[in-house]
């Protein structure tokens, strides 16, 4: 009988059914007096049975479980195929420019790169430009982005 107090509630609620004993609403303690009361039980059937029961339910969790991870994997497929017709589709309307995709933390660090603070003094900015000259030296940013600078103005 040890082996009803360790039962989960699902199995002892099929359990009952099979002994044609079944009320779902009853708590654990209730369903266990309910299978051993019953006119159909015997310890040893019942033990079986319960083991069985037990070892279909765990089959289809796993199962569920698989099927599920399986669909996951198909999900993340169809999205990275969905990237890439999209990336494909960018490239195309970039008049054949190269699109360089870029993860979210290399976008985030060029813009807190690119967003210097501006000097408020007129004789601070030659140290602004010449530290963003550098730090665009520094990140190999392509000529075209880099700002055309007179210091001869």
């Known amino acids: 009988m040890a082996f009803l ?9 099929q359990l009952a059914r099979d002994l044609d004993e079944s009320d779902p609403s009853l708590s ?3 369903l266990r007096d309910l299978i051993t009361s019953s006119k159909y039980y015997k310890e040893e059937e019942a033990k079986e049975l ?14 569920q479980k698989l099927e599920q991870q399986e669909q996951l994997s198909i999900e993340k497929l169809r999205l990275e195929v969905e990237l890439s017709r ?7 309307q970039n008049n054949g ?13 060029m813009v807190m790169l690119l967003t210097v603070k501006v000097p408020n003094k ?15 030296a520094n990140e190999n940013v392509s000529d075209e982005f880099k700002p055309k600078v007179c210091y001869a103005c």
């Open 86 to 92: 999209n990336v494909n589709q960018s490239a195309t």
């Open 97 to 109: 420019q190269a699109s360089h995709v870029k993860s979210l933390d290399e976008i985030v660090k």
């Open 28 to 30: 654990k303690i209730v």
């Open 5 to 13: 107090i360790r039962s989960r509630k699902i199995d002892l609620i």
């Open 50 to 63: 319960l083991e069985v029961i037990t070892a279909e339910r765990l089959e289809t969790e796993q199962q």
């Open 122 to 136: 007129p004789d601070g900015w030659d140290y602004f430009f010449s530290s963003l000259e550098k730090e665009f």
